[in-house]
């Protein structure tokens, strides 16, 4: 098991040396770090199956303390212990020779480094059975703890005890490799966001090989597949493909899910050994789109605008399939392409009504084919409101030739009643004169008060045969009424 870029190796435990009630398990391994770990660094387990905690012994180096802790489970999947052996500071690179013993029928196990024994002897009993399938090298039994980080070599398993009290390592006579196709377990990929496409896959064997690796792919971790000859198919036990058939059929796999996740079969006939020193995968990374969402705008009331007029937006692969738009707080709804002929001119074109007054922060985000996604925003500021205003006389007639003055420092005009004029919102005293009614010149002065909330108008000096008013949005904003006084200058009775 080597290195940190290798997840674990899952060994079919059937038919080979059992580890029931006693046995032993011993291997040489070489950490790469020094001391102690930075997470749990998982050695070895043996299990009924993957996920299945029945008959479990497991090692790991443990981020707390350095502590080599054994992990013992009965056959009804029951803790027999978490057994705290001694502190292990390794050297980096350098091999150490670990043995644990376990007999659980008289009640000793213990765990030697090196020859020497670390930590306590673990004197509980328990029952354990023959229901043992798995061997799983550089991780647990469920395979959470998948950073190894380390290299295992010449591992044993015994079915009887190998030492009680401290020994010698000797040199191991006779190598026999495992003949029933071992897998690693490995994702590539993980953890580069906006992979666009995978497009070529590497294989590098170590100076020793002399077996065989092949492979199985997946985009899940859970369905695995083969290159048949013609399309990736779901894999039997028996189904793999070589290195040079990934390579070749890289851009037709799956990249949805932004990695590889690979099982390489490690294949041998029990003489030959097998060195797989590294997979690589080649990969495109799509880049985000760019998005400007236009300038701030200030607008009317109620009047239908277009807020993204002058946005822009663009990615760099061609391929933005999604806009979508809010109000700060809102949720993003979608803007539809509908008959435009770019998607670009659709969200220009975007129609938007403000029924409020003061600021509000639009958000507007693309979103291309490969789920990378950019938003960028602008104010909308609704200050300003248009209001209309009526002078006529007793009998309903509008009155012709009103000389406006709006207050606001806009131009002074000939206006006929009814007519409109869109004030900023604030305070503006506006003049309204009207020449030759009744042959005098009269003016009106009118206090217009733009603000959020309804209004009514009371004249201040009440005149019998002239009305005046203001018509407002109706749903110009809810609140409280304001009074808009109007004074008379002249005589407009008679």
Not at 200 to 215: A, D, H, I, P, Q
Not at 250 to 262: G, H
């Amino acid at each position: 098991m080597a290195h940190s870029d290798e997840r674990y190796v899952d060994y079919s435990a059937v038919g080979n040396a059992d580890s029931q009630q006693v046995g032993c398990v011993r291997f040489k391994v070489a950490m790469n770090y020094s001391g102690t770990p930075g997470r749990d660094r998982w050695l070895f387990c043996i299990t009924k199956s993957n996920n299945d905690i029945k008959n479990v012994i497991q090692l790991r180096h443990s981020k707390s303390g350095a502590y080599l802790r054994l992990n013992m489970y009965d056959k009804d999947g029951v803790q027999i212990v978490e057994h705290l052996c001694g502190q292990f500071l390794p050297v980096s690179g350098t091999e150490y020779e670990i043995e644990v013993n376990w007999d659980l029928t008289t009640g000793a196990t213990r765990l030697f480094v090196n020859g020497i024994q670390n930590g306590s002897t673990y004197s509980g009993t328990a029952l354990r059975d023959s229901n043992i399938g798995l061997l799983r090298i550089g991780s647990d039994y469920d395979a959470g703890g998948i950073d190894s980080n380390f290299t295992i070599d010449y591992f044993q398993i015994f079915s009887t005890v190998q030492h009680t009290s401290n020994y010698t390592p000797e040199p191991i006579s006779e190598t026999v490799y495992a003949d029933d196709s071992p897998t690693i377990y490995k994702t590539l990929g993980d953890g580069i966001e906006n992979i666009e496409e995978f497009i070529s896959f590497v294989e590098s064997l170590g100076l020793g090989n002399e077996g065989n690796v092949r492979y199985q792919l997946s985009d899940d971790g859970i369905n695995w597949l083969y290159w048949d000859g013609s399309i990736w198919n779901s894999a039997g036990a028996s189904d793999y493909s070589t290195a040079e058939e990934c390579e070749a059929h890289m851009l037709d796999f799956d990249d949805s899910a932004d990695k590889i996740y690979v099982k390489a079969h490690l294949i041998s006939n029990g003489s030959q050994r097998v060195e797989l020193d590294e997979n690589q995968v080649g990969y495109v990374i799509n880049t985000a789109p760019s998005i400007y969402a236009g300038t701030n705008k200030n607008v009317i009331y109620n009047i239908v605008m277009q807020p993204f007029s002058d946005c822009l937006f663009s990615d760099a692969e061609g391929n933005i399939i999604k806009a979508e738009w809010k109000e700060d707080g809102g949720s993003y709804v979608e803007i539809p392409q509908g008959a435009y002929a770019t998607l670009l001119e659709a969200v220009q074109a975007f129609e938007y009504t403000p029924t409020y007054s003061g600021n509000k922060t639009l958000y507007l985000k693309v979103t291309d084919s490969y789920s990378a996604s950019s938003e960028d925003n602008m104010v909308v500021n609704v200050n300003q409101v248009t209001v209309t205003i009526n002078i006529k006389n007793t009998n309903g007639y509008n009155l012709k030739g009103v000389t406006f003055t709006p207050g606001d420092g806009g131009t002074t005009s000939s206006q006929n009643s009814p007519f409109s004029y869109t004030y900023l919102i604030g305070t503006h005293t506006a003049i309204c004169t009207k020449t030759g009614y009744i042959d005098l010149s009269q003016s009106v002065s009118i206090n217009i008060t733009v603000s959020e909330v309804n209004f009514t108008i009371t004249e201040k000096t009440p005149v019998s045969d002239l009305t005046i008013s203001i018509d407002w949005p109706s749903n110009f904003h809810l609140g409280d009424a304001i009074r808009i006084p109007c004074t008379v200058d002249g005589d407009l009775t008679g």
